[in-house]
């Protein structure tokens, strides 16, 4: 018996949600549907970084702040380096926001071998009049620690075709 972890994601009305369930393979083909299962922590740890996409879509950076640790790097993907902490992730997204409209939604999450997570991410980048300047696939990889968002870094998604 062989468990693998399935993430679908359905589009309701109000945004993407997860459904996140496991099953056992019993024909080969249906391997390549899936992802191997990650320790039971998994499913609220995608749920977290569900939650930090919703909120910074949103535009609530309390709410976003609240998926992460107090010491939380975070990428300045507009700019280049990092920031750290809550105040200059608020920082750097008060001034992101006030020169372009990103909105980023997960379309995949896949479990790392070292417990971090690579989410395939939809991004598309427009200026403040709504032109769109980037629409594209890119990979967020993300630290979790003690149950907050530790780390987040910008990287490619070597499996993906975008």
């Known amino acids: 018996m062989v468990l693998y972890r399935i993430i679908r994601l359905n ?15 019993v024909k080969p083909y249906c ?3 899936t992802t191997p ?6 499913a609220p740890e995608i749920e977290l970084i569900h939650a ?5 879509n949103a535009r609530d950076i309390d709410a976003a ?4 640790t107090p010491e939380v790097a975070w990428p300045k993907a507009f700019k280049g380096g990092y920031v750290q902490g809550h105040q200059a992730v608020r920082a ?6 006030s020169e372009i409209n990103p909105h980023v939604e997960p379309v995949a999450f896949h479990p790392e071998d070292s417990g971090r997570i690579l989410v395939d991410v939809h991004q ?13 696939h890119v990979g967020h990889r993300y630290t979790i620690e003690h149950g907050l968002i530790q780390t987040m870094e910008i990287c490619p ?3 993906s075709g975008h």
Do not use: H, N
């Open 37 to 42: 299962l990650m320790p039971d922590k998994s």
């Open 11 to 25: 589009p309701p009305a109000a945004g993407y949600y997860a459904e996140v369930f496991c099953i056992k393979i």
């Open 124 to 136: 598309v980048v427009r200026d403040l009049a709504g032109t769109v300047l980037s629409d594209e």
């Open 92 to 97: 750097y997204w008060t001034e992101q926001w």
């Open 52 to 56: 930090a996409y919703a909120a910074f």
């Open 31 to 33: 391997m390549s549907f």
């Open 65 to 68: 702040l609240a998926t992460m």
């Open 157 to 159: 998604l070597p499996f």
